[in-house]
């Protein structure tokens, strides 16, 4: 690494996109991880599909409960 680093010629936001969105990552427990992956190939589907799909039912229970 240098010592000094000249920004003087740096443009401030340059790559800044305040509509970006962002995907946060979401760390499952190994046996949970485990469990849905199994379910999802046997349905023959992605991981993500399936989790979104329950995750989304148990939106709808919460919300139907309030």
Known sequence: MRDEYDFS?????KFFN?????N???YLEA???EYFAA???A???ELNTMVNEL???DIALIEGVK
């Open 9 to 13: 010629k740096g443009e401030r936001g």
């Open 18 to 22: 305040p509509e970006a969105k962002k």
């Open 24 to 26: 946060l990552p979401v």
């Open 31 to 33: 046996e949970v991880l």
């Open 39 to 41: 379910r999802a190939e």
């Open 43 to 45: 349905k023959g589907i």
């Open 55 to 57: 995750l989304k039912k």
